[in-house]
């Protein structure tokens, strides 16, 4: 598998407003888009540096993976996000050569993507997401 790019890195905050203050104000980046994924207990707003995405994540739930990973961790990077191109394929790929998924099949993720989350302890301790934009 080679990815085709960074497609984004995920940051967990507290408050997605309050972080822009830093993100926009500071850096001088531009929010193009705020989404909510319900069945990931999740908002998100994503920023364009280059051709990389930072998406800011911020739960909606307490019990959701965010807000539990804000509990435990603090806010912080919490995923790096590589493009690919047949997802089903690559998660496959990767299983065979001993790497634990938290997701075995693809699920919908924020911007219309097609998502697949491996899991951290195969992965050197840094959770790793899998996109792939949908087929037109």
Same mark, same amino acid.
């Given at each position: 598998?080679? /990815?085709?790019?960074?497609? +984004?890195?995920?940051?967990?905050?507290?408050?997605?407003?309050?972080?822009?203050?830093?993100?926009?104000?500071?850096? #001088? %980046?531009?929010?193009?888009?705020?989404?909510? &994924?319900?069945?990931?207990? &999740?908002? !998100?707003? =994503?920023?364009?540096?280059?051709? !990389?995405?930072?998406?800011? %994540?911020? $739960? *909606?739930?307490?019990? #959701?993976?965010?807000?539990? =990973?804000?509990?435990?961790?603090?806010?912080?990077?919490? +995923?790096?996000? =590589?493009?690919? *191109?047949? %997802?089903?394929?690559?998660?496959?790929?990767?299983?065979?050569? #001993?790497?634990? %998924?938290?997701?075995?099949? /693809?699920?919908?993720?924020?911007?219309?993507? $097609?998502?697949? =989350?491996? +899991?951290?302890? $195969? !992965?050197? $301790?840094?959770? *790793?997401?899998?996109?792939?934009?949908?087929?037109?």
């Amino acid at each position: 598998m080679i /990815p085709e790019k960074i497609e +984004h890195i995920g940051i967990a905050v507290k408050n997605i407003e309050e972080s822009l203050k830093y993100y926009e104000g500071v850096l #001088g %980046l531009k929010c193009y888009k705020i989404e909510e &994924v319900p069945d990931q207990k &999740v908002k !998100t707003a =994503f920023m364009m540096v280059g051709e !990389t995405k930072l998406e800011l %994540l911020e $739960s *909606t739930s307490d019990d #959701g993976p965010i807000g539990k =990973f804000i509990e435990k961790k603090g806010e912080g990077i919490h +995923h790096i996000a =590589f493009a690919v *191109t047949d %997802l089903a394929e690559r998660l496959r790929e990767v299983e065979e050569k #001993g790497i634990q %998924l938290i997701d075995k099949v /693809p699920r919908k993720g924020a911007e219309g993507l $097609s998502i697949a =989350f491996l +899991h951290p302890k $195969s !992965t050197q $301790s840094i959770l *790793t997401e899998l996109c792939e934009k949908p087929k037109d």
